[in-house]
Every structure is written in C-alpha cells, then in structure tokens.
C-alpha cells in the first residue's frame, strides 16, 4: 500500500444511512474537512463507511477467539473503498467505558510513567523510608545474620543445576524440596542441594569457601537457618535497605511490579481496581414497606428460587415471625435468617457462593452484579498499586503520588527532570503536553474516565490518537473543535500536519471555519438533513488556504445604564477585579479554556443569583466577592450546559420534549385500545403497563464487566422495541407504535393535531435541524450539538422577559445554517429584554454580540 500506487482513497457507491449512492475520493496524505448541516451524512460518510469498512476488514483478518471482545461494525453499504489504510477513529459517540479505566490509562500514561520512574527514579525501602544499599554477598549475610545466637548453624543451598555445573561429580550430605521447606537428607530429586554448613561465629571462613560460587551470577542462593527455621534468598547483586535489613531482589526493581495495569503490579485485594466489589445486603432488599409476596425481595419470587422463598418463610415462623408482614414490620431477627440461614432457608451467603460457580451464565453475571456494591479498596487505599518493597522518587514525588497528580503538574515536574530523554520519555512527555495545550492541565490522572464530562472525554481520547506514531495510516476525527479555542485549534491543526508529514492521512468532519480554512481538501455534504441530504455537494483544493491569524475582533466594550457588577470575585485560583455585563443585550465571553470563563459564569454569576433569587444553591465551590451590584431587578436565571448531567439514561428525544406523551394519547384513543381498556400508560415503556419486563423497558442489558467494556445485548423478548409484545404492533392505520417512535419525528406528527404549544415545538425541531431524530433516540446517543440544540429547545420560553439566559458552549456541533436559526432566536430573546450571555469560542457570534468580554484580558 504504498504512496506511489494510491493517491487518493476511492469510495464508490456509499449507501450508509442516508447516503445517496455517492463516490467520492479523499486524498492520501492530505487533510480533508467534510462539512455541511448535521443529518447530511457527514458521519455516515466518514464514520459509517470509512472508518467502519476499515476496521471491519481488520478485525475480520484477527483470529477467532480475540474477536469477541470487541464489536465488529457491521459492513458498510459500499461497493468498493480502496485502498483500505489500518485506521484511528475519534467518533463522537464513544462506548461506554467500564469502571476501571482512570484518565492516565485512557490517554497511555500510566504504563509510560511507570516506566520512567523505574528507570530513572530513586528507589527508598518503603517500610522505613531507608535508602537501598547494594551489596556484595558477605554484607548480605553479615546482615541477614547479625541477630542470630552464635551457635546457630547456618545452611547454603543453590539450586542443584548449578551445584552439577560447579562441582560435576560431587553429592551433598543435605537437600531441601524448595525455599520454604525443611532441610532433609540429601535426595537427588530436590530442587537445591547444600554448599556448606557452619555456626553463625565461623561464618566468615565458610564465606571464602563460598566465593566460587557467587562469582556465578545466575546462582540463587537459599539460606536457611536449623533449629527455628528462618529461610531467605539471595540473588548475586542484591540489595537490602540500609536502616532495616529489608532484603531486595533485583526484580524488585521492575516495572511491572509498579504498574497497576499488569498482575504483577495490581493490588492483590481489588485487582488493580481501586475499588472492591462486595453483594450488599441492603440490596437484596428492594422495598421494605412491601411484604414478601408482594416483593420486597425480588430474588425469591424468580422461578428458580421460588423453594427459596418457602424455605425463608419457614424459618421466619419458628421465630414467631409473620411472613405475611411488611418486611419493615419484622423484628431484625429477620435479617441474621437471611444473611446465614436457619434450619431451612440456607442463607444469602451460600446463594453467594453459587453465582460465582455459575458466573458464566449471562443471567447470572447480572443478577448478581445488581446485588454489590463498590467500595474504596482498604489494602491500597484505591491506589490500585501492590504492596511494594519499595517506593519511587522523582524530583521529590512519589511514582503513587505522580498516578494522582494533576497533568499540569506533572508535567512540569518531568520538565524538570534531568534524566535520559529516551523514546517513551519522548511519548510521554508529547502526551502531556497536548493535554495541556487542549485545555485538560487541570484534570488529575487518577480521575475515573466515567466521572468526566463528554467533553473533556473527547479531548482525552483526541490525545490518545494524536500520539500515535507510525505512517501510513489514515486518522479519522468527528468534531475535533469541540470546546476549543481559537488557539487551541491552532494547537490541534499543528498536530495533524504532524501526522501528515509521518506520512498520514488525516480526514475529519467539522464545522469550524478556522480548521476548514486550513484544511488542504473541502468536502461539502448536503444539501439537507436526512433524506434532503446524503449528496456531495462539492469536493475542492483549498488553494486560498490562509494561514493569517484569527479575525480581529471588532466589538466595542458596551457602556450601559443598566448592567450586573460583581468586583474581586474569586473561585478557585481566578481572580476578576471587576466585571460588568449589561443587561438587555448580548453578551459574548471568549477566552482560552482554562481561562476560567465557564467557572466564573456557571460557579459564580449564575449560582450567587440563582441563591439570591430562589434561594438554591446548584453548585458547592467556594467563592467569595467584595461586591455584587444590579441595576435592575432580574425575573429569573437560566444557565445551559451542553453535558446534560441530569438527564437520566433512560432519557430519550420524546420524553426530553414531551412528544412521547402525545404518541401514548393518540394510541390508547384508537377504537381498537378502548376495546381493550389499553390506558395512555400502556404504550409507554417507562411504565410498568407498557414495558417488556425483562429489560425493564430499556430494549436493551447492560452488564458492567468491570475490567472490559460494558457489554450491551439486545432484549431478545421485545427485540429492542422496549415495549410488551402485543402492544408495539398497534397501529394507528399509518404507523404502528413502534414505528411512532422510531420514524423521524416530522414524519410521525404529519398526520396529528397539535396544540399550539406543540406545533411551535414541532416548528422549531425544523428550524434546528432536529426534525429527523425519532423519538426514541436516547439523548446518550445524540451528537453534542443535537443534544446542545434540544435542551435549547426544552428550556426555551418565549414569554420570557427580563431574565438572564447563560449559553455555554451553544455552537457545539453546529453549521452556519443552524447557527443562523439559533441566532434568530436568540435576537428574538433580546427584543423581549432579556440579557443573552453566549459562551463560545465560535467567531459566528461575533454578528449577533452587541459586548465583548474577553477573558484573556480580564
Ligand atoms: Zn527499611
Ligand atoms: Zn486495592
Ligand atoms: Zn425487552
């Protein structure tokens, strides 16, 4: 696959999603923007053909029995892509993680810092802080030796390969099997054989006949003392700690047995986990204030442990227990019969015991996960590390304590140290450094990937790829923009051209102007959204690239009557003198991230008013002010972030905007539902009325595999429709309930009559480009900028009047044409006198900002 066959990476006949049958070509060895409005098939383009073909014809030539731990894509809906390069994809949407996996995993930190460390760290005993001595042989023993009764006798073995090699011919009088065995009489079948023998008093003059042998480095050497048996080991370049004797071993000194992500490395307790994962007998119990039957433990009202819950009742009565009490209304004999059993029942622990025999089972695996509860491991104290016999410093810092540092300070600290520059030294210090130039210096490396937002996620696995090395491969990124600055995307561009010139080809899907603008080929999608688009519109060289700075911003400071003051406002390490935003405008913040200009406005100015205003305190980080001014009085605070945290992951586009609740009105109004007394509940699968049971409505099993990817299965009993069998198929004449949720939503609602609030609604899903989800899309599954556009959507009121709207990040993911429709509202905002604040780094809202606060100045 060589540069000089290909020059280009044809694809012919793409019909992914909504693609329209399309070839197209991207240049080998270049970077390629692909654009246009979301639902264009931009991501269907590069991500559903490209990269899916790819990695499934990779993954396709790998033995069996390591396929199946990951997901094979399906096969893309092409005729031909050619040639197909071995392929590094960031998409949008990652797999959910596991609960292992800490930041310095996910970007390849750990292993490369444990590395370092052990090369060029200093090592300490980590029983007493003492310093390692190396040591000859003789010290070793003096040492080991020195609290021993004179009279002591003291046995040398090797082991018996080496005693042969020395001394051909002769037999000992002594052996032993092993290290930790008794001395017995010579046996040619033992593993060590003895060397000599003396009394602790005439040890020096055994030492000299022993020299021949220790001149033999690969000779272990097995000491052991008769009478109170106190065996050790040494291995000929050993060392001890200096203050307290601690014998060390050259492999002591290994990386691995600092690396938590090896065995040999990993806390023994928790498995290199950091937490432990025990059952929790409170969560057997689901509900106290129910009774046994009516299932307050669900476990013993399953078929196959229905014996169980007879067995259980039994020994409730011989306590003068009712079994047909609330569980709540039993005396607490009832939980010492649970958790150990009783003449009958057999108790929680042996029930235990049988899920971890049947674990294979896949009901099982569930069952019982659903049952623990994790916990910080107590042995490492979560930091995941064996019990070392030594601990490593650099610069001060321990090899534990560098694993939890911040990136930033990390960083520095390896900046500082003067060791060898040596290949993963090399690795390592690159990953850093592009953390930090992204914005994410302030991210601890102990950081649990599930605890961060999707935005800081993305960036992280954006550094993971950046660092690959190699050629001849193609990179593929979804929104690689996202959350950056204008500086920071010059940062990120710089970092492309260095993959393009080990030879690479770089292709991704964006929409900021600044990348586009540099980018060496456009590809244009569109024209439309879903199936208005699916066409390459226009491929072209970018011949005009400018390589000029960012655009000069040219907005005047606002002087305003009206405006909210706050003067020495900190949080955290920020510090504002003085900041005034007026009211009944718009405001635009820009600033690099880090700058602080998200903590301020979210930390600060929206909780300080929100307390204020209701009373409610949203967020718990300390700050303090000297003075906080208001001209004016404000009806209310809004602040939107795009991570939408409190959505629930059962959450989906119906349910977030209130269209399910019609789609259930509309079925349970047929003829047909009202014969079968089918309520509104019925067609929904977050009731109990309408959900298929065995996934509790989620269409799907989740189980956490703790040291894998979650693994996800499709509900084979609803076949992922969510709801009871007989109720998906009903149909309205035109669609079917299944098909209600699962059709792009102006399709669904074509033929119903809506309220005027709905209608609006409806009306803005066009104008947002959100038109073609279908209800049932989770909002987990959404792209950043669809998810930023609904919650827009939801908390948008346009009564409102004299309130302060707070945008953070509102361009995510968006085009020049949704953005216009966004700006159209937002303007509508303002005329009703509210005050917009825009937190973006997007140059777009530089036409709609009537004040600029920039947070690189403040
Ligand atoms: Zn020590
Ligand atoms: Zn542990
Ligand atoms: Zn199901």
Known sequence: MSKGKFSDIKIEGARTNNLKNIDVKIPISKITCIYGPSGSGKTSLAF?????????????????????????????????????????????????VGSRPVVSDLIGATELLTRHYT??????????????????????????????????????????????????????????????????????????????????????????????????????????????????????????????????????????????LVATGACDECDGFGQTLDYDLTKIVKNET??????????????????????????????????????????????????????????????????????YKRSIRILSRRLKTERTCETCLGTRLRIN????????????????????????????????????????????????????????????????????????????ILAQEGTGMLFVFDEPSRGLSIKEQGILYKKFEKLKAQGNTVAFVDHSRFLQSRSDYLIKMGLGAGSHGGDVVSVEKNKRKKITPAPKIVIPKLKSKSYVEFSEAKILDLFIKNIKVPLGNISWVIGDSGSGKSLFFKQLFYN???????????????????????????SKISYFDPELRTASSRSTVGTFLGFSEL????????????????????????????????????GILEIDMQFLENLTIKCEDCNGTKLKNDISTISDGTFTVDQSYNLPLKEVFETYKLTPKFAKLLEYTKLLNLSHLSLSRTLKSLSGGERLRLQFLKNLNLKATGEILIFDNLSIGLSGQELDGISSILKELKRMKNTVIIIDSNHYFSKIADNLIDFNDL
């Open 608 to 634: 300080h008013i929100e307390l204020k205003h209701s009373g409610v305190k949203n967020f718990d980080l300390p700050y303090d002010f000297k003075r906080f001014h208001t001209t004016n009085v404000i």
């Open 48 to 96: 559903g053909t490209l990269v899916d073909e790819s990695k499934r014809r990779y993954l396709n030539s790998l033995p069996n029995d390591i396929k199946f731990l990951w997901n094979i894509p399906p096969s893309a809906d092409v005729d031909k892509i050619e040639p197909v390069l071995p392929v590094w994809a960031l998409a949008q949407i990652n797999p959910v």
């Open 119 to 260: 090369l060029n760290g200093d090592f300490y005993c980590a029983e007493c802080g003492g310093e390692i001595v190396k040591k000859s042989f003789e010290d070793f023993v003096n040492n080991w030796s020195r609290n021993l009764d004179d009279k002591e006798v003291i046995h040398f073995f090797i082991k018996k390969d080496a005693y042969k090699n020395l001394t051909p011919t002769g037999t000992p009088a002594r052996s032993c099997k092993g290290k930790k065995s008794k001395i017995e009489d010579f046996n040619d079948d033992h593993a060590f054989w003895e060397v000599t023998r003396c009394r602790k008093k005439n040890i020096s003059s055994a030492l000299s006949r022993l020299e021949d042998f220790v001149g033999n480095s690969k000779i272990v050497f097995l000491i052991k003392v008769n009478g109170s048996q106190k065996n050790t080991e040494y291995e000929d370049s050993g060392s001890f700690c200096g203050d307290c004797s601690t014998p060390i071993f050259n492999s002591d000194f290994s990386s691995d047995k600092f690396n938590p």
């Open 290 to 359: 129910l009774t046994l039957d009516e299932g307050a433990i669900p476990l013993l009202t399953y078929k196959q442990f229905a014996h169980l819950m007879d067995d259980f009742k039994k020994d409730l009565k011989k306590k003068k227990i009712n079994p047909e009490l609330k569980f709540e209304k039993m005396s607490k004999a009832k939980w010492s019969i649970l958790e150990k059993g009783g003449d009958n029942f057999c108790g929680l622990e042996e029930i235990y015991n049988y899920f971890e025999r049947k674990k």
């Open 389 to 464: 016999k030594l601990s490593v410093y650099l610069s001060d810092l321990e090899l534990s304590d560098a694993l939890s540092s911040k990136i930033n300070q990390i960083e520095a600290t390896l900046k500082e140290s003067s060791t060898d520059k040596d290949l993963s030294f090399k690795k390592l210090s690159f990953i850093l450094e592009t953390a930090k130039e992204l914005g994410l210096g302030g991210v601890s490396l102990n950081r649990k990937v599930k605890t961060l937002s999707s935005g800081e996620y993305q960036r992280l696995l954006l550094v993971k």
């Open 663 to 698: 789609v259930r009105k509309h079925f349970s109004k047929l003829p047909v539902s009202e014969k079968l007394g089918l309520e509104p509940g019925c067609f929904s699968p977050n009731s109990d009325l309408g959900k298929c049971m065995t996934c509790e409505g989620r």
